[in-house]
């Protein structure tokens, strides 16, 4: 079956530093989406990437999709406190009903 | 609208006895999914339904575990008998894919089986 793979498992940075998770696919996405939980809460919908090559900006969350379709990004530029939380890539393969989570990249951001 | 509503919030049951969580979706949507989350194995779709018919329940452990949404405003996750391998975070999660493909998440069922 189709497996999501993130990098890295956790990863502890300054407040100020730049952040960045990595997810790969073993099949071809026809989507993917990236989530974010806070500790003790749920998984939040951040962007959906559909094209290849995609780019996407929110703020200073940059989310790139790979040009086979396989991986993406979400780079996190001068982290803050608040970005602090688990963040989830999920892959969607033929049709879009389901979604496929990676096991997530725990932040966490020290002031 | 109040969001994805789960009931209960958490759930203390001793091991053998039949667990029941529930999940109101967001009105009007179409797609409504039961995940589970452990350190271990991280976030599993256990099952999902389309216009309340389930659609696919491979993700299902075993045949304690069963799901129902008996109308589009209603399901349920039983696991009956429970056993101490079971304690996770059970999440309901439903969208309305005609517009988009974000999933919606609730807060969640913290089940803990002793």
């Known amino acids: 079956g189709q497996q999501v793979m993130q990098i890295p498992q956790y990863q502890h940075v300054q407040e100020g530093e730049d952040f960045t998770t990595y997810c790969n696919s073993s099949t071809t996405l026809s989507n993917i989406q990236w989530y974010k939980q806070r500790p003790g809460g749920h998984p939040v919908f951040l962007i959906q990437l559909v094209k290849s090559g995609e780019v996407k900006k929110q703020k200073r969350l940059t989310f790139q999709f790979g040009e086979a379709k396989k991986n993406s990004s979400l780079h996190i530029t001068a982290t803050q406190t608040t970005d602090v939380g688990t963040y989830f890539c999920?892959?969607?393969?033929?049709?879009?009903?389901?979604?496929?989570f990676g096991k997530g990249t725990m932040l966490l951001v020290s002031p | 609208d109040a969001g994805v509503i789960q009931s209960p919030r958490h759930e203390v049951t001793e091991m053998g006895q039949e667990v029941t969580l529930r999940c109101k979706p967001i009105s009007g949507h179409d797609y409504l999914f039961w995940y589970r989350q452990t350190m271990m194995r991280g976030l599993e779709l256990l099952i999902y339904?389309?216009?309340?018919?389930?659609?696919?329940d491979s993700g299902m452990p075993e045949d304690r575990f069963s799901a129902k949404m008996p109308n589009a405003s209603f399901s349920t996750l039983k696991i009956q008998p429970s056993e101490p391998r079971d304690s996770a975070v059970y999440f309901c999660a439903s969208s309305y894919q005609r517009t988009s493909y974000e999933q919606y998440f609730g807060p969640g069922t913290r089940l803990t089986v002793t």
């Open positions: 339904f389309n216009n309340n018919v389930p659609i696919d």
């Open positions: 999920a892959g969607s393969g033929s049709g879009y009903s389901t979604l496929t």
